[in-house]
């Protein structure tokens, strides 16, 4: 068996129909902006427009159908790997005679969905999501990068756990999704989410498109912060 990589697709997370209909309000809106990266704009890393869907009521019921598919997608993330809440963690489990003890990745295996969709809105919250237009030829995000950093103070950056990419369209040459060091390229499919790790392991770049624009939206799923986690200190 193949080692891991940790690099998981999700194909039709969101239908073709749906996808359609984003971008279409993409290239309609007028709130695109210059794409940034961490510290600002600089095209000859990135060059995108971009919309962020933070305080956008008018998107919101955007925001809220791509928040539940890639919440979906979580799911089956942590089921293929449950070390991803256990191993930062060290989750613990009361039983019924309540006695506690570890949490393995046995007992996430064993629980409902129910259960697991509990534990993971209890230990990670959603990033907040950003629509990105990608023009052929010319627009990408070519720069070697990861996404877990630091930079502010209240380490916002640091709390991303995993990151994610779900595709608005296909049908344009190139613009993959390539991960260095696993030497992996994910190519486009509408609607399929890609989650990855957010460190330097998977450092990756986005490939421009050709013979056709790439419409994409990208966030991160982030652990709860540390009071919430663990109570105030």
């Known amino acids: 068996m193949p080692a891991a990589d940790f690099i998981e697709t999700y194909p039709d997370l969101v239908d073709g129909a749906t996808c359609a209909a984003i971008v279409r309000r993409?290239?309609?809106?007028?709130?695109?902006?210059?794409?940034?990266?961490?510290?600002?704009?600089?095209?000859?890393?990135?060059?995108?427009?971009?919309?962020?869907?933070?305080?956008?009521p008018e998107w919101q019921d955007v925001d809220a159908l791509l928040q539940q598919a890639v919440f979906a997608g979580l799911l089956r993330y942590l089921r293929q790997y449950p070390q991803a809440l256990i191993s930062p963690l060290m989750l613990q489990h009361q039983s019924p005679d309540g006695t506690t003890r570890r949490l393995q990745a046995d007992d996430i295996a064993a629980m409902d969905d129910s259960a697991v969709a509990d534990l993971a809105r209890a230990c990670l919250r959603p990033g907040a999501i950003n629509l990105q237009w990608y023009s052929a030829g010319e627009g990408g995000y070519p720069y070697w990068h990861c996404e877990l950093y630091p930079r502010d103070a209240r380490a916002e950056t640091l709390h991303r756990h995993l990151l994610w990419t779900l595709y608005l369209n296909d049908g344009f040459d190139e613009g993959e999704t390539e991960f260095l060091f696993q030497q992996r390229k994910v190519e486009p499919r509408t609607g399929s989410l890609l989650i990855a790790p957010t460190a330097f392991t998977h450092t990756h770049r986005g490939n421009r498109p050709q013979n056709g624009d790439k419409f994409i939206a990208t966030s991160w799923i982030l652990f709860q912060s540390a009071d919430k986690l663990f109570g105030a200190p």
């Open 26 to 56: 993409m290239r309609d809106s007028d709130a695109l902006q210059p794409g940034r990266v961490g510290s600002g704009v600089f095209p000859e890393l990135k060059r995108s427009r971009d919309l962020s869907l933070v305080n956008r």
